[in-house]
């Protein structure tokens, strides 16, 4: 079963709730066709069949319910994992979803994590490469993290959008188009180093964007970690084989293929990154794995079965009813 994992949707009402508690940063994920109205969802249902894709799996990062108000992040999660909720309802056989979470507030997380997973059928949480300027990697989030494994749920990662909080990214236009992979590596980096992977091994790590720069560098990390974090409790490459990362690659073959090489095929979930990649975008970023030249058996495992399996979901279990 064709399964997208790097898939968003954002009602109106939740970016305008977003932007009244105060992000300003909503404009960039709105006119996009995103939307929950019929006539948005008719064309997104459309373009998924146009591929073959069965099922996305929803997540709202990187419009995520994270303030330093724990009352409005309260709010926006529980709004945003309402809808979601309500969208799966209608839709049981095209969507699924991860759920957002009152981040950085830990304790109202494991309260929205419980209800989201256990009320919602939510099928794990989504979290940003940082949240407010914060590692993921931090200790606070361990207790996250252990309900996670204990429930053997995923923890989606997404970039934060903010540059890797840097200023020579986000300061000359590059938050998205490198600032992106560069939270992505930092953050599977993170995880590594702290030893997360290999402490919570119930918990299903997802990274985006094919792990950011991880395939290129991991050699190297190998070689430098010796030295440079000596306390690093097993050899990243190891680590990184603890974790699954989405095709989101742009469509472009060679990070595809050192993906495959350095990762290995059973540990790439199929990814789209709708809307942003939309109209002939969001059908390249499919197509564009049969075209790498992999073994057959390789582009089975990425495109029809390793979402599916990682996830335990079938044409059986999402012929249920969703959760009311």
């Known amino acids: 079963m064709r399964i997208d994992v790097h898939a968003h949707a954002w ?52 419009a995520s319910p994270h303030f330093a108000d724990e009352t409005a992040a309260v709010e926006a999660a529980r709004f945003v994992n309402d809808e979601y909720a ?51 990697a931090d200790p606070l989030f361990d207790p996250l993290y252990a309900e996670l494994d204990r429930l053997g749920g995923v923890l989606y990662v997404h970039p934060a959008g903010c540059g890797a909080c840097s200023p020579l990214i986000a300061d000359h236009h590059l938050t998205w188009s490198i600032g992106a992979p560069i939270e992505d590596t930092v953050a599977a980096m993170h995880l590594i180093l702290a030893g997360i992977p290999k402490r919570y091994p119930g918990m299903k790590i997802i990274l985006s964007h094919l792990g950011g720069a991880l395939p290129m560098v991991l050699q190297r990390v190998d070689h430098q970690i010796v030295w440079e ?18 095709t989101v690659g742009h469509n472009h073959v060679p990070a595809l293929c050192a993906a495959v090489d350095t990762l290995g095929a059973d540990r790439l979930l199929l990814g789209t990154d709708f809307p942003y990649q939309a109209g002939e975008l969001f059908r390249a970023a499919v197509d564009y794995v049969p075209r790498a030249g992999l073994m057959e058996k390789e582009i089975v495992a990425i495109l029809d079965r390793n979402a599916a399996e990682l996830l335990g979901l079938s044409e059986t279990s999402i012929a249920k009813p969703a959760p009311e």
């Open 86 to 136: 309500a969208l799966v309802r209608r839709h049981p056989s095209r969507f699924r979803a991860f759920a957002s979470l009152p981040l950085p507030h830990i304790d109202a997380a494991l309260v929205e994590l419980k209800r989201a997973v256990e009320e919602l059928g939510m099928l794990g949480a989504c979290i940003t490469t940082s949240v407010l300027g914060r590692s993921i």
């Open 229 to 246: 974090a000596p306390e690093t409790p097993e050899l990243p490459s190891l680590a990184a084989r603890r974790m699954w990362y989405d």
């Open 11 to 62: 009602s109106e009402a939740y970016l305008d709730l977003l932007a009244r508690l105060g992000n300003d940063r909503t404009a960039v994920h709105r006119g996009l066709g995103a939307g929950m109205t019929e006539a948005e969802l008719t064309a997104r249902f459309a373009l998924m069949d146009s591929v073959g894709i069965r099922l996305q799996v929803l997540s709202a990062t990187p």
